[in-house]
């Protein structure tokens, strides 16, 4: 499974945005898919996720009821959209997929990534 995300961008404070990532057909019925942040100098810190079985979504504090993902089958494509984003949202987001995953927060269960793509959020 190759993971290709995209959609990052400079977006002022306020604004909102959304992110893609391309996936195989079979990565939307085997695995659990999520976004993931890494900020300069800190770890990699889990953002959302979405369960491969039932489709159900996870959030993490920082971003909940700002952010939705949602997954499209038909176009094998992942989604994060975010609203009201702020400069501490500003981070490389990658998506990233864990076939049949349980653990739904943890960077280290998901086993593969994609390139990742900045997220700059600033007047």
């Known amino acids: 499974v190759q993971l290709q995300a995209s959609g990052g961008g400079l977006v002022q404070p306020g604004g909102s945005l959304r992110l893609s990532c391309r996936a195989p057909?079979?990565?939307?019925?085997?695995?659990?898919m999520g976004w993931f942040r890494q900020a300069p100098g800190q770890e990699r810190q889990f953002v959302a996720s979405i369960s491969w079985s039932l489709h159900n979504t996870f959030y993490a504090d920082s971003v909940k009821g700002r952010a939705i993902i949602s997954r499209d089958a038909g176009q094998n494509t992942l989604y994060l959209r975010m609203v009201g984003l702020r400069p501490e949202d500003t981070a490389v987001y990658y998506c990233?997929?864990?076939?049949?995953?349980?653990?739904?927060?943890?960077?280290?269960?998901?086993?593969?990534w994609g390139q990742g793509t900045l997220v700059t959020v600033s007047s």
């Open positions: 057909a079979r990565a939307f019925s085997e695995y659990t």
């Open positions: 990233a997929a864990a076939r049949y995953g349980r653990e739904y927060e943890d960077p280290t269960k998901f086993e593969v």
